[in-house]
């Protein structure tokens, strides 16, 4: 069996995979660009925010392939690849044309995490209000509410910026933290309001070992601001 910190699968992002986590920064906003409606699956909202992951979503599989999402069309190949630029682009037409649950969904499928959401920071609680589950993509679980101190996501609120954990039990930062049994890598960032309050967080998280993909704090920073602008735009909530 593949070490899970190794990547042995095929992708339709061949990019390197480092030893530690980079940061990467982006030199310019990407447009949110729309593009016209389409139907698309429906992938409802599903669990939690945090480290509770309840007992009804299936356990990890340690041969998981990525999500096959059927969509993929919208990523970008060859040398845009591995553009942040691009995939932003693709994510933010997404979101705009589908909706949250599918915007997600791109993401997720360019990485081998197993969750990614968006879930608003409430002191003193977090509240999940999207999540993709790419092993269980039709279970729908939203709506949970944790107690803020006890997630990741905590932590970027608290910073006020991008947290990384490849692997939560080997991480000195986290030996003492709630989630660091059950959530075991994590990446997040936080998601602004207009004035640079921080209302949300934007991750990808699994309860294994996952070695954080090149360019990937690049794209969730710039995805956020999409986010961000969805949000308001569409009057989900007043961030």
Known sequence: MPSPLTRSD????????????????????????????????NHPPVPPASAAIPNTVAPPDPDRQPYAWPKSNHLPAGPDAEDAVAVVAAFGAVLESSGMSEALALLNCRTRYRFTGFYRVDP????????????????????????????YCGIVA??????????????????????????VSYVGVPVRSTDGRVFGTLCHFDLRPR?????????????SQCVSDWLTTNARFAP
């Not at 608290?158 to 959530?183: C, G, I, K, W, Y």
Request: proline share 13%; glycine share 2%; hydrophobic share 40%.
């Open 10 to 41: 095929p992708h339709p992002f061949p990019e390197p995979w480092p030893a530690m986590c980079e940061v990467g920064v982006m030199t310019s906003r990407p447009a949110c660009a729309k593009v016209p409606n389409q139907t698309m699956p």
């Open 124 to 151: 003193p609680v977090l509240r999940n209000l999207y999540l993709f589950d790419r092993e269980n993509p039709s279970l729908a679980l939203s709506g949970e509410v944790t107690q803020l101190s006890d997630t």
């Open 158 to 183: 608290a910073a006020r910026a991008p947290f990384v954990a490849q692997n939560a039990t080997d991480d000195e930062r986290l030996s003492a933290h709630p989630a660091r049994d059950s959530v």
């Open 211 to 223: 070695i954080l993909p090149q360019n990937e704090l690049a794209v969730l920073n710039a995805s």
